[in-house]
């Protein structure tokens, strides 16, 4: 009997949001580790297709100097289809868009306006 109860009452019980744990390396050495735990941003409409957004952080893995510093945090928004990204990547005030595959071999420039394009690789944990 429980079991029934049970299988009646599990279309109505919520689905855990899917997250999506990426880790890479950003700048032209490649001298940001980055990591991000993102949370599905809206239902996806296909099953290849999915927005992920969330904070991400960058921390310097190379001596810092002067003025700089060793970790910097912000937002990216990411749109995944199959291993293919579409992503926006804010740290403070400098906003990058990129392109790339979900891959520890795949470099992809972020095009980070005034600060030119810059190598980003991005994959999942």
């Not at 960058?58 to 002067?66: E, R, V």
């Not at 520890?104 to 190598?119: L, N, R, S």
Request: one cysteine or more; glycine letters at 10%.
């Amino acid at each position: 009997m429980h079991a029934h109860l049970l299988l009646a009452l599990l279309p109505m019980m919520p689905i855990a949001a899917e997250a999506l744990e990426l880790t890479g390396r950003y700048g032209y050495a490649g001298e940001w580790a980055v990591t991000a735990t993102l949370a599905t941003a809206e239902p996806a409409a296909s099953k290849r297709k999915r927005d992920f957004a969330g904070p991400v952080t960058l921390k310097h893995l190379a001596l810092c100097g002067p003025g700089e510093v060793a970790e910097k945090s912000g937002t990216l928004n990411l749109q995944r289809d199959g291993r293919r990204y579409a992503a926006i990547l804010v740290i403070g005030e400098e906003s990058c868009a990129v392109t790339g595959t979900l891959s520890e071999d795949g470099v992809a420039f972020a095009d980070c306006g005034k600060a030119g394009k810059i190598p980003l690789r991005l994959w999942l944990k």
